[in-house]
């Protein structure tokens, strides 16, 4: 088959996600390794986004992809009536990495999204086994009320599927309205450049009374976020701002979920973005770069929560839950991303990588904040002179600057950036070298000066 016709027959036959699809035309890839996606027309394109934050050892890694084949010989699913040793393996592993006690226990599926729906039914079913405890019916939850309302904020992004996007304050969440599942509230975001409150003690103060109006521990299951908010800007709260979730979750006895989906597995320097901070979640959600190379998502579950499905159903469940290949790519991921110092390595460059992006920043007046972690940043681009965003959130994105500068990255530099809607995210695999590291902010500076030339 020719490039062409590879690249027409996906188009005609395959849905993009989140787009109209008369304008679908992708483009046919030879092999991808490293940061690098090489197309059968000759294009070597660095993926900046290192494939939408799932593919964070950059692509075929030679590690991982030994651990796959070698898994594929053995068995590659069976139910969880049997045990494989990748599964077993796994959920030691997460038990053990994650903050808190290790007495953990891990749900698994195939996606950010369903992940987090897990959660928040584990939340419920959790507030209900509580207030119910030996009086609840053992197989299904059969009196209420009991807390099921879940604390969501407004820049946020935790899936499409109808549950997560009803979680989700993003407008995506709006192609789900009106049959959105009940029970969200959100809450005001925590976002250090555009603050909604003079103080971080004012912020949590309004949080706590909200709680309290929702109805708190009576009405209030749980609190979702993400540690360090990601596809609405990637945002790094203010210290303190978690530690008092976390208070706040005490206080009122809601479950606080961490949604590590696209943040984890060393995104942000560390091995989970919560980790910046000394805060123990009640559940952590991961996706994403987990799986490495395979669709896998985790639930992880305190021992709290967990004990409280002892001899109570965990009422969920889903087919391919804890798929061997999967899992023996996530372990081989964490091996390579803990023992062959890749985390350490993200470390420095980020740190490297941000300074020379703030510098970067200062030049142009249309930068209006560059912000991040580990190898996770965003430039945001505004008006000059102004904090107005170049593109509005209810504005169409395909007829915005921020979309014509990805455009730019992509047809002149070779630089693959589907864009942030407010700005130009820097998302590196976290394999990068100082060259390619180079090569970038020679691309960024370009696209800075085009950003300028467009306003
Ligand atoms: C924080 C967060 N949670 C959940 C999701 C949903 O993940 P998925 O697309 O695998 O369903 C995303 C996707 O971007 C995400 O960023």
């Known amino acids: 088959m020719s490039e062409n016709e590879i690249a027409s027959l996906q188009a005609r036959h395959t849905i993009q996600c989140w787009s109209s699809q008369s304008g679908y035309s992708p483009i046919s890839v030879k092999s991808a390794s490293g940061c690098w996606i090489h197309t059968h027309d000759g294009r070597r394109i660095f993926d900046l986004r ?35 040793e990748p599964t077993a393996r796994l959920s030691q592993k997460l038990a053990e990495l994650t903050p808190g006690s290790s007495a953990k226990k891990v749900y698994y599926s195939q996606s950010g999204a369903a992940a987090v729906e897990a959660a928040i039914k584990a939340a419920r079913l959790y507030q209900y086994n509580r207030v119910f405890g030996e009086q609840g019916t053992v197989d299904a939850p059969g009196q209420y009320p009991y807390p099921y309302k879940v604390i969501s904020r407004y820049q946020s992004w935790h899936g499409a599927t109808a549950g997560a996007a009803s979680a989700s304050g993003d407008p995506r969440r709006w192609f789900q309205e009106p049959l959105t599942v009940p029970g969200v509230v959100f809450a005001p975001d925590a976002n250090p450049y555009r603050p909604h409150f003079s103080s971080l003690d004012q912020h949590l103060a309004y949080l706590d009374h909200m709680i309290e109006q929702e109805g708190g521990r009576n009405k209030v299951a749980a609190f979702l976020l993400e540690a360090i908010v990601g596809s609405n800007g990637i945002i790094v709260p203010p210290d303190g701002y978690l530690e008092g979730i976390r208070d706040l979750c005490d206080r009122w006895d ?27 979640p009640d559940i952590i959600v991961m996706g994403k770069a987990l799986g490495a190379y395979c669709p896998l998502a985790a639930t992880i579950l305190s021992e ?152």
């Open 50 to 84: 290192s494939a939408h934050e799932c593919v964070n050892l950059g692509f075929n890694h030679p590690k991982v992809i030994a651990a796959l084949k070698r898994q594929m010989d053995e068995v590659i699913y069976v139910t969880d009536d049997f045990a494989t």
């Open 254 to 280: 809601l479950v606080m979920i961490v949604d590590e989906t696209m943040t984890g597995m060393g995104r942000t320097g560390k091995w989970l973005a919560i980790e910046h901070w000394d805060v123990v």
């Open 304 to 455: 709290k929560i967990a004990g409280s499905f002892d001899h109570r159903l965990f009422g969920h469940g889903q087919s391919y839950s804890g798929h061997a290949l999967a899992c023996a790519g996530a372990l081989a991921g964490i091996d390579v991303l803990l023992s062959d110092g890749v985390l350490e390595h993200a470390r420095v460059t980020g740190i490297n990588l941000g300074e020379k992006l703030k510098a970067l920043g200062d030049r142009f007046p249309c930068v209006g904040d560059v912000r991040g972690l580990g190898l996770f940043w965003t430039m945001e681009l505004v008006k000059p002179g102004s904090q107005k965003p170049l593109r509005r959130a209810t504005e169409k994105y395909e007829e915005t600057i921020v979309k014509k500068v990805s455009d730019y990255l992509f047809h002149e530099r070779n630089v693959y950036v589907p864009s942030d809607k407010f700005g130009l995210w820097v998302v590196p695999p976290l394999i990068v070298t100082d060259d390619e590291i180079d090569f970038l902010m020679d691309a960024l500076e370009g696209a800075l000066h085009f950003a300028e030339s467009l306003l």
